[in-house]
């Protein structure tokens, strides 16, 4: 083999190894590196309220069902997913641009009887994770605009292991904070208590802004059935409190199988145009 084509051949096996390993090593090349999972429901309210989460990857669904304790504690906009779709997260999550969610919404206590410490309106929004065949430790759980109105804390999230047993989600890791950049913005940041499962809302962001901005978490277990996120609304209005839900998963990386469908052919072209010349 002369000097020439040996330098030509050497050069173009460069070019194919760099090609394959920036393939493999940023996922960002390829497209953003989380997709939102897509919404639809009956648009019914209260206890017959019914909404799926579907992955955009083929991995399956979400069943999200409410359960409220009584007529009275439900809103007016529970289940109305519309009214919160499309929302945006693109500080957290690059790329994804505008995204679907879901909507629940609780009344507050009747503030015209307040009563001995005044009555509790209460709701349970349970995501049914049974139905989701990706990887849960890499699902991201999203919530949105919960009340900073009433003492602190109003809402509850505890996850239904596999055991059956409803225990705190003391093994979320904390993905971030970010108002929705479509909806109304936050006016204190949420806060998740992971001994407890006690969302509060400590810190001030925006004295001009409502109720609270968006915190999103990971680290699901497997074998997770449930998410239960609970409300306890004390009186105030009989409007109500409200608030977005949200999934996102890790988009797959390209296989190995596409990156050489991908680059040998261009090393191969560039071989052949090196060993022309």
């Known amino acids: ?8 051949f050497r050069t173009a096996g460069c070019c194919c190894l760099w090609l394959i390993l920036l393939g493999a090593s940023s996922s960002v090349a390829w497209g953003a590196p989380y997709s939102f999972l897509s919404v639809s429901g009956n648009n019914v309210s209260g206890n017959a309220a019914s909404t799926t989460f579907s992955s955009n990857n083929f991995n399956g669904t979400i069943a999200v069902t409410h359960v409220f304790s009584s007529p009275a504690a439900v809103g007016y906009a529970d289940n109305v997913n519309s009214l919160i779709n499309p929302s945006q997260f693109t500080a957290l999550f690059p790329g994804t641009g505008q995204v679907q969610g879901h909507l629940a919404m609780t009344v507050y206590g009747d503030p015209s009887n307040p009563g001995p410490g ?36 109003a809402y509850n999230v505890q996850l239904l292991d596999a055991n059956s047993m409803l225990v705190p989600p003391t093994s979320l890791i904390y993905v971030g904070n970010q108002d929705n950049q479509l909806q109304v913005a936050g006016r204190h940041k949420m806060q998740l208590n992971l001994a407890t499962g006690d969302i509060t809302a400590p810190t001030l962001i925006n004295a001009g802004g409502t109720h609270t901005d968006a915190m999103f978490y990971k680290g699901i277990p497997v074998g997770t059935q449930q998410i239960v996120v609970t409300a306890h609304l004390t009186p105030l209005n009989l409007i109500g409190d409200g608030v977005g839900y949200y999934f996102a998963e890790p988009l797959p990386e390209p296989t190995s199988g596409l990156l050489l469908a991908v680059g040998l052919p261009l090393c191969l072209a560039i071989w052949r145009r090196k060993r022309r010349g």
């Open 1 to 8: 083999m002369s000097t020439t084509l040996r330098v030509s």
């Open 118 to 153: 005044g009555p509790v309106n209460t709701s349970q929004v349970i995501f049914d994770l049974t139905g989701y065949n990706g990887n849960l430790p890499d699902l991201v759980f999203g919530i949105w605009n919960t009340t900073d109105e009433i003492a602190l804390p």
